[in-house]
């Protein structure tokens, strides 16, 4: 997955969150109760950002490595690189629950980028170019690459993510929203928009519109209302596992010549917010700023900041 790291100027996890007093208080019962946390996947370790304590980072042995969370917070991908143009080299997969693995390979191919990944079906879909000279654009394969299967020949890096049976994919292309069919083959125009993101409970899909505003669509194409369309998403939304919240950065007007995105998770029921954090500068790129449960467990070996050795 392509991750821009950004400068952070300041972190408000834990009791330093500033916003709706009563979603901090209702997300740090989320993190004690069930280790819900934010997690950005980036070269060589994951950040955690639980709501109930401070970051720390779990920081993994590969060389110009990557990490992809799973839509349901319950598996992380690690992909190697051979060196640092990108070449790839091997993969692993690991549970967020003690870390076991779930299997691991070393297939040939000279390009490959993880997008996002299906617990429930077990399923990867990644932008890459196979070998054989098969075209370069967006796959989908189980998650040991025995098969792989063409979605979208397409030049350019997509966004796209899993329903939640893991039946279908949604992706962009050209300023548009599509959805593949697994067992079909079959692909449909949903919209126009970019970065898509299938609520987990199967019957929406959280996107950035023409406009740039946060918006939300029907699986069969129609134009869904909630109290986020005022944010204006820089980068992707991300729904929570169960769907209760999303979180994505936004851009505020700015102060003089100070430029601080914004984190923020919002409730989609009622529209209230809190800020994560502010970057004290534009990431270029799109982070990948995802969800996780039971982050106790996945984060035994985390280190805090001061500590973390790249």
Known sequence: MRIAVAAVGLVFSGCGMSGSAALR?????QSASTGLALVNGESGFVRVIPFDGAEAFLVHDRLFGEATSGKAGQM??????RNVTGAFGSFELN?????????KGTPSMPVFDPICLSESANRIAFWGQPSGGRAKGLYWAPLDLSEIHLVS??????LADWSPDGQSLVFERGGQLFVFDIATAGTRLLTRGRYPDWNPS?????????DGSASLVGINGSVLTWPL????PITPLRWSPGGRYVSFTERPPRLLF???????????????SVIIERSAFTPSGIPAVTWTLGYRSFCAACVPN????R
Do not use: M
């Open 95 to 103: 549970s967020t629950s003690g870390g076991r693995e779930l299997g």
């Open 25 to 29: 208080d209702e997300l740090r019962e």
């Open 202 to 210: 199967g019957g929406s899909i959280a996107f950035t519109g023409p």
């Open 229 to 232: 369309s005022g944010h204006k």
């Open 258 to 272: 100070l430029v601080q995105d914004q984190l923020v998770v919002v409730r989609v029921s009622d529209g209230a």
């Open 153 to 158: 020949a397409d030049n350019d890096y997509p």
């Open 76 to 81: 992380v991908l690690w992909v190697s690189r």
């Open 306 to 309: 001061g500590e973390r050795v």
